[in-house]
């Protein structure tokens, strides 16, 4: 059974920080991609950062600068670490994890940024 478990969200005041982890079980870790998705209300699910396999990333143009995604082999986890947060930057954060056409999703979990 695959399970992405995501942890780190909360409140938290504009140019402040968080660092957002995701635990996976049950899949290669090594062989998948994986990401943070964000969503908010009404809106699309977006794609925030992604590391491939071989440690290669992107990052959405809107956090660039701001966010950062690494992965740790050895704990089977990702980790978005999110600096000078803004309001525009609340949402639901979805880790991801994708090899080959399978796909699989954490629960989310909400980060708010407010004053």
């Known amino acids: 059974q695959v399970q992405l478990v995501e942890s780190g969200g909360g409140l938290v005041q504009p140019g402040g920080s968080l660092r957002l982890s995701c635990v996976s079980s049950g899949i290669i870790f090594s062989a998948y991609a994986m990401g943070w998705y964000r969503q908010t209300p009404g809106k699309q699910r977006e794609l925030v950062a992604q590391?491939?396999?071989?440690?290669?990333?992107k990052t959405a143009d809107s956090v660039k600068g701001r966010f950062a995604i690494s992965r740790e082999h050895a704990k089977n986890s990702v980790y978005l670490q999110m600096n000078s947060l803004t309001p525009e930057d609340t949402a639901v954060y979805y880790c991801?994890?994708?090899?080959?056409?399978?796909?699989?999703w954490g629960q989310g979990t909400q980060v708010t940024v407010s004053s």
């Open positions: 991801n994890a994708v090899w080959l056409g399978r796909e699989y």
């Open positions: 590391i491939l396999s071989n440690g290669n990333t």
